[in-house]
């Protein structure tokens, strides 16, 4: 258990629509990393959040965006949501300026249909 | 363009066999080299390597960096069921999101007994 909880753990979508998931990061962590993992493939970095702001964005379109609460908790949106958006999304938390070592949720499986 | 390659996809064993999975990498600016767990959801740190030549160990789990030929493997010995799950080799580089991670596809092992 490394303390990063994720909901909801499934959820199914048809296309066109918005989604909401939502991560609370381990206690004393203030960083949230958001993956995406397609079948069959390694995670692919989203975009991280630190002090409430993004600070760093991987290859991803503008209808995913995301917020990071006071708390360090963090929310993963996307918008007008495609076929290709099905795929486990998880979250890590980590601190900021240490290293790399994330500790990752269980994810959200996100199917859309 | 960053990449991480590992090798092979996937692998069927039997209990108490040595495995061997590898990662290559090319990367600028790199800065370390991890390696995840992942059975169902949640990949789980087994290690972090930012040397050449230092070998890590935990158990029956042992990894090792190779900077100059841009590799890492990831030794397992006296292989147990509970060691099938996806091996993911993760690369962290310097510049950007301090914490994004580049992952390859992971390797699947099935440890039959």
């Known amino acids: 258990e490394t303390g990063v909880t994720q909901s909801p753990t499934h959820l199914i979508k048809t296309r066109g629509q918005q989604v909401t998931l939502r991560c609370s990061s381990q206690s004393g962590h203030n960083t949230v990393s958001w993956y995406q993992q397609a079948l069959g493939q390694g995670p692919q970095f989203i975009f991280q959040y630190y002090r409430e702001e993004e600070n760093g964005r991987g290859n991803f379109p503008p209808r995913f965006s995301g917020l990071q609460f006071p708390n360090y908790s963090s929310e993963l949106n996307v918008n007008a949501l495609e076929l290709d958006d099905s795929a486990l999304y998880l979250c890590?938390?980590?601190?900021?300026?240490?290293?790399?070592?994330?500790?990752f949720g269980s994810g959200t499986q996100l199917s859309v249909l | 363009e960053d990449k991480v390659v590992q090798s092979p996809l996937s692998l069927v064993v039997h209990e108490g066999d040595t495995v061997t999975l590898n990662c290559s990498y090319e990367?600028?600016?790199?800065?370390?080299l991890l390696w995840y767990k992942q059975e169902k959801k949640a990949p789980t740190f087994l290690f972090m390597l930012?040397?050449?030549?230092i070998e890590k160990k935990s158990g029956r789990l042992s990894s090792i960096l190779d900077k100059k030929e841009l590799f890492s493997i990831l030794n397992i010995t006296a292989t147990q069921t509970g060691d099938s799950a996806v091996y993911l080799c993760?690369?962290?580089?310097?510049?950007?999101?301090?914490?994004?991670?580049?992952f390859g596809t992971g390797t699947l092992l099935a440890v039959q007994p």
């Open positions: 990367v600028t600016n790199f800065r370390s």
């Open positions: 930012t040397s050449s030549g």
């Open positions: 993760a690369v962290g580089t310097d510049g950007g999101a301090t914490n994004k991670l580049i």
């Open positions: 890590a938390s980590s601190l900021q300026g240490t290293n790399e070592k994330l500790f």
